[in-house]
């Protein structure tokens, strides 16, 4: 069975300009949610979406949206972007009720 | 503010002995605990997570721990490999899915052959 994909892996961009970073679960899992992942830190909750609906949302500016499809699978939107937006981005399934997500390889972001 | 913190920021082991990763928390609503692998380039993997309705739980090589009341989870890994060579990360949440993982800074563990 295929793991959770991400695409891009890798992306630069100039400061001011927007990216959509894409998830696709594991199949079965309708749960999908984003972390950001700068170095030397542990992965931080950004969203979290079940059914197509925001179930949770992190520390993050407005900025940041994301969305679900019927699929399940995600998007993960950035705009204006700063330099400190740089870092992993991180997309985690799971089946619903259950608290064991399954990470996918990420997005490298770098922002310059 | 840190809500989970893993305290030693790396572990060298020799292979065959025994490896300790430690864990505290300090939100009481935490219920539910995972431990997560990651290597460089890769996206963190599910090692092992432990209830608070339980003090143990096994998994091969694996075993986490749980003290409610010092609010402190360890992970042993027994004997060590260098595979197993990662940074590992401890992550809490409360049960009942759809809700996210707070995670600590992680441990890098290096197991020398």
């Known amino acids: 069975d295929a793991g959770v994909t991400q695409s891009p892996t890798h992306l630069i961009k100039t400061r001011g300009q927007h990216v959509t970073l894409r998830c696709s679960p594991i199949s079965g899992h309708k749960s999908v949610s984003w972390y950001q992942q700068v170095l030397g830190q542990g992965p931080q909750f950004i969203f979290q979406?079940?059914?197509?609906?925001?179930?949770g949302r992190g520390n993050f500016p407005d900025r940041f949206s994301a969305r679900q499809f019927p699929n399940y699978s995600s998007e993960l939107n950035v705009n204006a972007l700063l330099l400190g937006d740089s870092a992993l981005y991180l997309c985690a399934s799971s089946l619903s009720g259950s608290n064991e997500q399954y990470f996918g390889p990420g997005t490298r972001l770098t922002v310059t | 503010d840190q809500q989970v913190k893993q305290n030693s920021p790396s572990l060298s082991v020799q292979e065959g002995r025994i490896s300790i990763l430690n864990c505290d928390y300090t939100n009481s609503m935490f219920d539910y605990f995972l431990w997560y692998k990651k290597y460089p380039a890769e996206g963190p993997t599910f090692l092992i997570s432990i209830s608070s309705i339980k003090d143990k739980n096994e998994d091969g090589r694996f075993t986490v721990f749980l003290n409610k009341s010092a609010k402190h989870l360890s992970l042993h890994i027994v004997p060590s490999q260098p595979g197993d060579s990662a940074v590992y990360f401890c992550?809490?949440?409360?049960?009942?899915?759809?809700?996210?993982?707070?995670f600590g800074k992680g441990t890098k563990l290096t197991v020398n052959p």
């Open positions: 979406y079940y059914e197509k609906e925001e179930r």
């Open positions: 992550a809490a949440s409360r049960q009942g899915g759809s809700e996210k993982l707070v």
